[in-house]
Nanobody, 127 residues
Framework: QVQLVESGGGSVQAGESLRLSCVASGFGTGDFCVGWFRQAPGKEREGVTAIYTGGGNTYYHSSVKDRFTVSTGNAKNTLELQMNDLKPQRTATYYC????????????????????WGKGTQVTVSS
């Protein structure tokens, strides 16, 4: 059973940075598509980024390209999200996600693609 635990959320001012981390257990030896979703109050979940631990293309939501960077650790059980130049509209709960299938998207990242979800970490950006 896969478990995902996020950390690194907090409150920052606009323009500042945060680094989120996700530690996964239960992956075994296979590769996974891992990534981050976010959900702001009153809004639907939105795919932020995804990367396949076996290599390949990386997905970024158009609103975060050139500001956010996703990376995996050497052991494939850690996922990090470096978020730079944060804006108030990025305030949301950020969820670590994983799925044993390779990453895919149609325009945007689809929530139904991901089998496993963490409990989320809150990111608050003040103006």
């Amino acid at each position: 059973q896969v478990q995902l635990v996020e950390s690194g959320g907090g409150s920052v001012q606009a323009g500042e940075s945060l680094r989120l981390s996700c530690v996964a257990s239960g992956f075994g030896t296979g590769d996974f598509c891992v990534g981050w979703f976010r959900q702001a109050p009153g809004k639907e979940r939105e795919g932020v980024t995804a990367i396949y631990t076996g290599g390949g293309n990386t997905y970024y939501h158009s609103s975060v390209k050139d500001r956010f960077t996703v990376s995996t650790g050497n052991a494939k059980n850690t996922l990090e999200l470096q978020m730079n130049d944060l804006k108030p509209q990025r305030t949301a709960t950020y969820y670590c996600v994983a799925d044993p299938d390779p990453c895919w998207w149609v325009g945007t990242l689809q929530a139904q693609h991901f089998r496993d979800w963490g409990k989320g970490t809150q990111v608050t950006v003040s103006s």
